[in-house]
């Protein structure tokens, strides 16, 4: 089993909506986790922070749930530039940050 | 945030040559550096964890004698792919991170390489 899973997508959205994506983690002993946003054959870019407490940041909302082991991203009023690859990073052991495998989002007009 | 600067961002080589790729921290000292690589459509998968003035740890399954790691200063790590074959072609991204523990981490551009 991989440490960090997925859906791969794409999910396809108009513009506005809303859509959460939801990211699970095997290794109970991970001490922290990122969304990454990267873009076609760019490099990733880091685009939040998942607190335990959550965090918020303008349309976009993480959260972390220990228990259950997964962490979410929402992103709210969604716009056509929001149309990427969110990555969702574990810190894995020895603090080694190990990636998802990526979940499309494609925003339509 | 932090910038990491990796060059070259794209090459194409024939089978055979050797190719090297720089990883820097520009404006931070990075103890230690990552050096993933992705397939299309793929997740980036790690290759090693190369750590300053010391060998670089591999992860299960990449060729330590294929992919040269040196990390000689705290500012630049670089990856040489050796002998290059098609099935290499690939996305290569180095990233950093400032201190210890758990941080986020800072990525290069990547290199495209392509073996032809």
């Known amino acids: 089993r991989k440490e960090v899973e997925q859906d791969p997508g794409p999910f396809n959205v108009p513009e506005g909506a809303t859509v959460a994506f939801n990211c699970t983690y095997s290794?109970?002993?991970?001490?922290?986790f990122f969304w990454y946003r990267q873009d076609c054959r760019k490099e990733p870019k880091l685009l939040m922070s998942v607190y335990s407490s959550g965090n918020e940041d303008g349309r976009f909302t993480a959260q972390l749930n220990r228990a259950s082991q997964y962490i979410s991203l929402l992103i709210r009023d969604s716009k056509l530039s929001d149309s990427a690859t969110y990555l969702c990073?574990?810190?894995?052991?020895?603090?080694?940050?190990?990636f998802g495998r990526g979940t499309s989002l494609i925003v339509h007009p | 945030g932090a910038v990491v600067s990796q060059h070259p961002s794209w090459v194409i080589c024939k089978s055979g040559t050797s190719v090297k790729i720089e990883c820097r921290s520009l404006?931070?000292?990075?103890?230690?550096m990552f050096w993933y690589r992705q397939f299309p459509k793929q997740s980036l998968m790690l290759m090693a964890t190369s750590n300053e003035g010391s060998k670089a740890t591999y992860e299960q399954g990449v060729e330590k004698d294929k992919f040269l790691i040196n990390h000689a200063s705290l500012t630049l790590s670089t990856l040489t792919v050796t002998s290059a074959h098609p099935e290499d072609s690939s996305f290569y991204i180095c990233s950093a991170r400032i201190g210890q523990g758990a941080a986020e981490a800072f990525f290069g551009q990547g290199t495209r390489l392509t073996v032809v």
């Open positions: 290794n109970s002993a991970s001490q922290s």
């Open positions: 404006d931070f000292q990075a103890t230690t």
């Open positions: 990073v574990g810190s894995g052991g020895s603090y080694i940050p190990t």
